[in-house]
Each structure stands twice: as C-alpha cells, then as structure tokens.
C-alpha cells in the first residue's frame, strides 16, 4: 500500500491550497482517511479525518470552519481544502489510511489509529 500526498506549497496568509491524498489501490476501501501535520519545533497533530462507514467529516478545532475533507471518487483521492491559511497552519501535511472498517470517532484523531502513510507535503504560509 503507497499513500501519497501532493498540492502543497508557499502561499500567502489568508490564502488557499487544496492537497490529494491518492492510494496505489482504491482510496475508499480504508475505514478511514485522515491527515496530521507536524510543524516546525512541534508534534504531529490531527487535522482532518473521513470515516468511509458514515461518510462522517471530522476536524480538529483550530482548522473547523477553513479547512474541507472531501473525496474524488472519480480521481480515487481523498483532498484537504485549506482556505484562510494563516502562518501557524505551516507545517509537513501527511496523509494516512486506517484499514479498521471499525474505527470509533474517538480514534480518528490519533495517529496510531492509522496503518498506512504518506510522504509528507509542505505547506509554507508566510508573506
């Protein structure tokens, strides 16, 4: 299984990117996609998850309202839509795929909980 992340880049603040998240099988045979982030100095964080079981779209707070998890079912990707970017929002994205068709909303937000990962992308906001 090859996860791979693209679409990251140097982007103004307030700007936008929309980042791909694409398996080398189909994407949506996982329980769920997820992607975390790990800024400079700091610990990977969740970001954003999409559960296959309910089509449910979890966020952590500090993206809730700018960022959009969605899939491409025609693409076989999973995006991240990243509007209003702000500086704190710089870091190395990575994407990754949960093969439990079971996972429990609490689990999402943990890295562990995943079992395939991408490369990470890097997304700059900074003028």
């Known amino acids: 299984v090859q996860l791979q992340a693209s679409g990251g880049g140097l982007v103004q603040p307030g700007g936008s990117l929309r980042l791909s998240c694409a398996a080398s099988?189909?994407?949506?045979?996982?329980?769920?996609i997820g992607w975390f982030r790990q800024g400079p100095g700091k610990e990977r964080e969740f970001v954003a998850a999409?559960?296959?079981?309910?089509?449910?779209?979890y966020y952590a707070d500090s993206v809730k309202g700018r960022f959009t998890i969605s899939r491409d079912s025609a693409k076989n990707t999973v995006s991240l839509q990243m509007n209003i970017l702000k500086p704190e929002d710089t870091a190395v994205y990575f994407c990754?795929?949960?093969?439990?068709?079971?996972?429990?909303?609490?689990?999402?937000?943990?890295?562990?909980?995943?079992?395939?990962w991408g490369q990470g992308t890097q997304v700059t906001v900074s003028s």
């Open positions: 990754a795929a949960s093969e439990s068709q079971g996972i429990i909303v609490s689990s999402l937000w943990t890295g562990d909980s995943y079992d395939h």
């Open positions: 099988g189909s994407i949506f045979s996982y329980g769920a």
């Open positions: 999409l559960r296959r079981r309910d089509g449910g779209r």
